[in-house]
């Protein structure tokens, strides 16, 4: 695997876990309204989901792309054609809203049963599962490991740096939710959302074998 596509890869992972989607909201409500333990529990369970979806990832579409050309550019298109239409969702989509329920402020859960309920949130979502079938083949190169190891090396790398993203949107919290009520906040994160997609979408069209 080069460099420069592990590189590439990060960087859009991280922007891609910085942009305000249904799971770091989740992370980020939870640790308000139930304290950081739940936030933090919550993520390590959300962010061990990506390794199913990477093996599944790993194990299919890799073998497809390698049987022939034709595979590849079916994968392909209808990989990119999934990503335009996330961008176009994120372009449509309305701000959500912060539900904070002071009742449950105290609200004590094990962190077995915090971590099950994050992880079974991102292994039953399907469209994580569509997600990375998109996103993960377009970073794999001819050099070095299989398709099927850099995968899994891929997921890994989205899972950490989700980890430690989700971890600081559960300690910090407090002092992130007042963007949640900025409409200047939501305007370029939709700009960035939209753009970063969209151009993941070319970049996987116009991807040789």
């Given at each position: 695997m080069e460099l420069s596509a592990l590189l590439s890869f990060l960087g859009a992972a991280i922007l891609l876990t910085l942009m305000p989607g249904p799971d770091n909201i989740f992370v980020l409500t939870e640790s308000m309204t139930k304290g950081q333990r739940n936030g933090i529990a919550i993520s390590i369970g959300l962010c061990s989901g990506i390794l199913i979806h990477t093996l599944a990832a790993a194990t299919g579409v890799s073998i497809i792309i390698q049987k022939s050309a034709m595979a590849f550019s079916v994968v392909k298109y209808l990989g990119a054609a999934y990503l335009f239409y996330l961008a176009y969702q994120s372009y449509k989509e309305k701000n959500p809203e912060l539900k904070i329920d002071s009742e449950n402020t105290?609200?004590?859960?094990?962190?077995?049963?915090?971590?099950?309920?994050?992880?079974?949130?991102?292994?039953?979502?399907?469209?994580?599962?569509?997600?990375?079938?998109?996103?993960?083949?377009?970073?794999?190169?001819?050099?070095?490991?299989?398709?099927?190891?850099?995968?899994?090396?891929?997921?890994?790398?989205?899972?950490?740096?989700?980890?430690?993203?989700?971890?600081?949107?559960?300690?910090?919290?407090?002092?992130?939710?007042?963007?949640?009520?900025?409409?200047?906040?939501?305007?370029?994160?939709?700009?960035?959302?939209?753009?970063?997609?969209?151009?993941?979408?070319?970049?996987?069209?116009?991807?040789?074998?």
């Open positions: 105290q609200e004590a859960k094990s962190f077995f049963s915090l971590f099950k309920k994050g992880f079974l949130m991102n292994v039953l979502n399907p469209k994580v599962a569509l997600f990375f079938m998109a996103l993960l083949p377009q970073f794999v190169t001819e050099q070095g490991y299989s398709a099927v190891w850099q995968m899994i090396i891929l997921g890994a790398v989205f899972m950490m740096q989700a980890l430690i993203i989700f971890g600081f949107i559960s300690i910090l919290s407090g002092k992130l939710s007042k963007y949640l009520n900025s409409a200047q906040f939501w305007k370029y994160t939709k700009i960035g959302k939209v753009s970063v997609l969209s151009l993941l979408g070319l970049t996987l069209a116009l991807a040789k074998k």
